[in-house]
């Protein structure tokens, strides 16, 4: 591949339609990691764009992709369509704030209405949003000995050190999302009736990965080194490709791009936290906060109540 430029990059992508690649951090700007770039695999040119970081996931419908902007004190969950010509990332203002940093790149589920994050730097958290509404529909620590009943089910006998990052997945059906646990178990979490059931299908081997495929049946990997087809009970799920179209228009429509001669993004974003949205005006306005609250409201909340007091 002689039209990469010969640099270190930490993280790569190629865009859906397999024309560019999109890498960070940028490999030729005395800003790198505060830009990307985008190559164009036919003509080998280069071009500069904004930072992102860990992968960029697709939507099912199409025409929209996912990443992150990651910092020790919060990540964003950046959107930006590709429907347009293979460029760089022109991200949407409608995006999601989560606390801290260090997660998995989302998973969607097969119709494009959720997606479940794993993370973070510090602990073995899974959250699931709606989407195009950003709501926060479950947030859980693994193995966590919380009394409801998917910290039960995934806190009994498991190490906190032992969880796999990539152990979860939706299979065909939308609201079904599987779990793999240290002790080979499989979660098969029912997001719409709220139920959670134990498949110990796996002889006790820590489950390192877990993915889905194109039938809708899940694929597992071992800390044993095996590789295990699991076969999902219900039959085959035909998604409804115009509905999940919609969804993306849907959110599309909902927001607007960022500007792209501000380099301040941030400015331009309105953050959605899972209950809430915060415009910049919000943002610049909020002097509470409780020890609950994220840690990224918390000093921003901190820092407006120092401005406040002439400090």
Known sequence: M???????YQHLAFSPDGDALWAWPAHNTTNAWDRSDTIDLRSGTVRSGRAW?????????????????????????LFARTDLASGPLRF?????????DGYEAPVFSSDGRRFAIRGNAYEETLSVYE??????????????????????ATGEGADVADWSRHNIAFDARPGVLWIGR????????????????????????????????????????TATGEVVLVAVAGGPHIPDREAMVEVVRTFVDSTSEVPD???????????????????????????????ADPTWLQVQAAVNKMRADGR
């Open 2 to 8: 002689h039209h990469v430029p010969d640099f270190d």
């Open 92 to 100: 949407l203002r409608r995006a999601l704030i989560i606390d801290v």
């Open 261 to 291: 001669d501000d380099q301040d993004l941030e400015r331009h974003l309105v953050l959605a936290d899972g209950e809430r949205s915060w415009d910049q005006d919000d943002l610049d306005s909020v002097t509470e906060a409780s020890s």
């Open 53 to 77: 970081d860990t992968g960029i996931v697709e939507h099912p419908g199409g025409g929209l992709v996912a990443t992150y902007n990651s910092d020790q004190g919060a990540t964003l969950v």
């Open 182 to 221: 240290p002790d080979g178990t499989l979660l098969e979490l029912n997001l719409d009736e709220e139920t959670v059931t134990p498949h110990p299908l796996l002889g006790g081997a820590p489950v390192t990965a877990l993915g889905r495929l194109v039938t809708g049946d899940l694929v597992a990997a």
């Open 131 to 152: 989407f195009p509404t950003l709501r926060l529909m479950l947030f859980t620590t693994l193995g966590d000995d919380e009394p409801d009943r998917l910290s039960s």
